[in-house]
């Protein structure tokens, strides 16, 4: 539209497929402490912070019962378990299941991604290199080749993989059998995997988002790890602004650590925890510099809405997909702003958290998902 207030503005907000266009994988994150992606400096700094066995892991309490059913079953039964798919948002803890999982198989993992097997011939070498019992992980596993994703069917069930020999008519295929393995998936859009992929996975288990309780646990053992004392109202405050996710809780207690030795006494107390998430722009509900910047343009700008992505986007200064792919999901999950067929609205918490008179007229569209 030409005022920039409907949904199709530009695209990246039209809906295809019940799924909004520009809605990728690999959209542009802004760096913030309270986004749920890792890079590898990061992951790095996760390892010493990871469970390592299920009696040690925090949540996720149906999961890891199940899981254990199953873990527990084949270690009784003296073979490979079932296939195991790993869904929900990102920094829940697929990754560290998965690290779990052959940690209490007793055997070796194997990590490798989705986007990293580009042909067929990356995921046979893979495979064909894996020893009796081992774990294979594959993250991002929605985002395979058609190819590789063709291969890794037969591989997963019937332990095998054609080997090609030759080109053109004189092309022979070679079988070539598997020792029995696991494949651990993971997925952060489990409706993208076709259904012949998700049929061979013996269990699913899907990660939702933590309470503040079960983050507080995991804050307390995490400090421990780092030889800190944490003190219990500074782990609530931190659980509270930590978006439902154990990486962003232990990303914001490291910058805790980090403001009480540079510029407090050392303690990690409430007054430290409050300073410094607030030197980091980090309010009490978790929202940082981009997410007040889209609710001020929505309140302050646009009257509440609607208004389009794009025409979002440019207030706040940012992409349209970093808008809606970084910033959204957490806003439209708090209630703080909706989605309408006119386009981006801010409801009545979104003027309650900017300190700002709710108008009657918030809120008032009928919302889609």
Not at 234 to 242: D, K, L, M, N
Request: aromatic share 4%; charged share 25%.
């Amino acid at each position: 539209m030409a005022d920039g207030r409907g949904l199709a503005d530009d695209g990246p907000g039209a809906l295809e497929d019940g799924l909004p266009r520009g809605l990728l994988d690999d959209a542009p994150a802004a760096p913030s402490l309270v986004r749920p992606g890792a890079d590898d400096l990061e992951r790095a700094a996760e390892a010493a912070l990871r469970p390592r066995r299920l009696d040690e892991f925090v949540g996720q309490r149906v999961v890891r019962d199940q899981l254990s059913l199953v873990l527990q079953a084949a270690r009784q039964r003296d073979r490979a378990p079932d296939h195991v798919l790993l869904s929900g948002p990102p920094g829940l803890g697929k990754t560290t299941l998965a690290m779990i999982i052959a940690a209490e198989l007793g055997t070796s993992l194997r990590i490798t991604s989705g986007p990293a097997i580009q042909h067929a011939g990356d995921l046979a070498a893979v495979l064909s290199s894996l020893e009796e019992g081992e774990v294979l992980f594959l993250d991002e596993i929605h985002r395979l080749a058609r190819p590789a994703e063709e291969l890794l069917y037969v591989a997963m069930e019937d332990f095998r993989v054609d080997v090609v020999v030759g080109k053109g008519a004189g092309a022979s295929a070679i079988p070539l059998a598997l020792p029995p393995f696991t494949v651990v998936g993971a997925t952060t859009r489990a409706g993208l995997l076709p259904a012949p992929l998700r049929d061979r996975f013996g269990f699913t288990g899907h990660l939702d988002f933590y309470d503040a309780g079960e983050l507080e646990q995991v804050l307390t053992r995490s400090a421990g790890l780092l030889g800190v004392v944490l003190a219990p109202e500074a782990a609530a405050e931190i659980a509270g602004r930590s978006r439902g996710t154990p990486r962003i809780a232990n990303r914001l207690l490291r910058r805790v650590r980090d403001w009480a030795e540079v510029r407090g006494d050392g303690s990690l107390d409430l007054a430290a925890a409050r300073a410094a998430l607030a030197v980091f722009e980090v309010d009490e509900r978790g929202l940082d510099r981009l997410d007040r910047s889209v609710l001020e343009a929505l309140c302050l700008r646009f009257g509440g809405g609607p208004v389009g992505l794009t025409t979002l986007a440019v207030a706040v200064g940012e992409e349209p997909e970093t808008v809606e792919t970084v910033a959204e999901p957490f806003l439209v999950r708090e209630g703080l702003v909706g989605r309408t067929p006119r386009g981006r609205v801010a409801l009545a918490p979104a003027w309650t958290h900017l300190g700002l008179p709710v108008p009657p007229s918030a809120g008032g569209d009928t919302l889609f998902g």
